[in-house]
């Protein structure tokens, strides 16, 4: 089945930038989603992408996707406390939704 | 606009007894998803209704899990008898059909079997 696989860790310090990777098996992906997921909550949608575009740019937020690598990023600018959490990345295409396992991002103060 | 409700929030129960998960989706939304979130994992969909009808639950598993969307609104997930190994956090989202079809996700029950 399509699979999307993710780092599971990620430290950084408050005010440094952030980069999650993603890679995912499905050409015939359509969007490219990432949430972000705080303990004990559901999943926030954070931003998505649809897969004919290669950036996309929401405040503090950067989506980069290479469809030729099946490689999709998240970078969080200037990142905060308030940014740790567990991300998720996720695509959708001819399967339902497929979700990887999350990357805990922990900000360091 | 209120989210996707979902309830109770935390169900502690012992095995072998039934439990029920309520989803009220977003106003509006025909799409509806129920998941199962283990730990450390990402979300595996059990269920998808577009309005009444279940049109994938492949991922379901019938001996024990049912679902229902009577109205084409609220939806109820039921595990009859609960194992150990169905503790977790069940997810409900809903979509608005619309082109992205992104989905909303409600805070999730997290069940507890003894």
């Known amino acids: 089945g399509e699979d999307v696989e993710q780092s599971l860790f990620l430290s950084v310090r408050e005010g440094d930038s952030s980069v999650i990777n993603c890679t995912y098996t499905?050409?015939?992906?359509?969007?490219l989603y990432w949430y972000k997921q705080e303990p004990g909550a559901g999943l926030q949608l954070l931003t998505y992408i649809f897969s004919n575009m290669d950036m996309k740019q929401d405040q503090r937020l950067t989506v980069l996707l290479n469809k030729k690598d099946k490689h999709l990023s998240l970078r969080i600018a200037d990142t905060q406390t308030g940014d740790s959490a567990i991300y998720f990345c996720?695509?959708?295409?001819?399967?339902?939704?497929?979700f990887g396992k999350g990357t805990r991002l922990s900000v360091i103060a | 606009e209120a989210g996707v409700v979902q309830s109770p929030r935390y169900k502690i129960i012992e095995k072998k007894q039934p439990v029920a998960f309520w989803c009220n989706p977003i106003s509006g939304h025909n799409t509806l998803y129920w998941y199962l979130q283990n730990l450390g994992q990402g979300p595996e969909l059990l269920i998808r209704?577009?309005?009444?009808?279940?049109?994938?639950d492949s991922q379901l598993p019938k001996d024990r899990f049912s679902a229902e969307r009577l109205k084409g609104v609220d939806s109820t997930l039921k595990i009859q008898p609960a194992e150990l190994g169905d503790s977790a956090v069940y997810l409900c989202a809903s979509a608005g059909g619309a082109v992205d079809d992104t989905q909303y996700f409600g805070p999730g029950t997290r069940l507890t079997v003894l």
């Open positions: 209704y577009e309005n009444e009808e279940a049109v994938d």
């Open positions: 499905d050409s015939s992906s359509t969007y």
């Open positions: 996720a695509e959708s295409g001819n399967t339902p939704l497929v």
